[in-house]
């Protein structure tokens, strides 16, 4: 079994399609055809199935593929060590909610930057639900996540610190009006929500189903963004974390109901498989993250920096 045998299998696991995964490789149709039938023969199994000109993973296929990814990204390392020595270089893939990339990160990674130039910061898609297989697969280096405990034995983790989360409204929304907020007073009403798996969403639900309280309508985004501008047009309630709203709560564009039920504020933790090789680069980004976190609050949110996100 041959690496570049794997590297062809990769692409064309991605792209299911002979001739787009031809061109990103640099090389003829024919190559990848041998290459990948190659592969199978040493393998005694198919790994695609090729119906006229779709092309579609085998159930043997989807199996293989995190271990031929692990091979490769361990090569891969296996080089940048060799290569760097203890410089902080090469790609470092981080993946973390969108109101800590933009409200606790911005600095952070400005600093990261300036002190080592030669990383590749890449962020990926935040999914709750997929964070164990990009880890075991070592597509993700490091997670940065908000959750109460990690109870995954093959993670490695350092909390970080407590984010508070608020329930919000519009100053002129009915229960802006009163003294406390209940999980009862939710009923009926429309929530605006981060995705289901987001950490804190999780608690809202949990309060939810355990008091048998239905809201009049849920509505999910993916944008943190998005909320804060549905808040803005009176179209329901938000829970969002008060870094992310911190500015609007002072200039009363939103109103922070005072929520009488069960805390929802959530711990956020830094992650890594506990097999994974630390790269320096990790190390460099793990430690920064967690004195920066480890400082005092600061009142005025943070500004989103430009930068790469991987799809």
């Known amino acids: 079994m041959e690496v570049r045998q794997l590297q062809i299998f990769r692409i064309l696991a991605e792209e299911l399609n002979f001739t787009r995964t031809a061109e990103r490789v640099h090389t ?34 989807h199996r293989f593929l995190p271990f031929a990814e692990q091979a490769l990204i ?27 990339v933009t409200y606790r990160l911005s600095l952070l990674l400005r600093e990261f930057r300036r002190r080592f130039p030669h990383v590749e910061l890449i962020f990926r ?17 490091l997670v940065i996540d908000m959750r109460d405990s990690v109870s995954n034995p093959a993670f490695q983790s350092i909390p970080l610190r407590i984010e508070r989360i608020f329930l919000l409204a519009h100053p002129n929304h009915a229960l802006a009006r009163q003294r406390t907020v209940k999980p009862a007073d939710l009923a009926g009403q429309t929530l605006l929500l981060t995705e289901n798996g987001c950490g ?13 309280i239905r809201p009049g309508h849920v ?27 911190a500015r609007e709560v002072r200039q009363y564009q939103f109103k922070r109901l005072h929520w009488a039920g069960p805390s929802l504020d959530i711990q956020t933790h830094i ?41």
């Open 125 to 141: 898609p935040h999914l709750d639900h997929t964070l164990a297989v990009e880890l075991d697969s070592g597509k993700v280096d």
């Open 28 to 61: 003829v149709q024919s190559n990848v055809t041998a290459q990948i039938k190659a592969l199978e023969e040493e393998l005694g199994v198919p790994l695609f199935d090729r119906l006229g000109r779709k092309v579609n993973l085998t159930d043997a296929g």
């Open 271 to 311: 992650l890594w498989h506990k097999d994974k090789w630390i790269s320096p680069a990790m190390a460099a980004f793990r430690d920064l993250v967690k004195d920066s976190l480890d400082e005092p609050e600061i009142e005025e949110p943070r500004l989103m920096i430009s930068g790469s996100f991987e799809r």
């Open 200 to 212: 804190y969403r999780a608690k809202l639900d949990r309060v939810l189903a355990m008091q048998n």
């Open 74 to 100: 361990a090569m891969e390392q296996g080089q940048r060590a060799v290569k760097s020595g203890s410089e902080p270089s090469g790609p470092l893939r981080i993946s973390a909610p969108e109101s800590v």
């Open 219 to 245: 509505t999910e985004f993916s944008s943190v963004e998005a909320i804060k501008q549905c808040v803005a047009a009176g179209m329901g309630l938000a829970l969002l974390p008060a870094i992310a709203v």
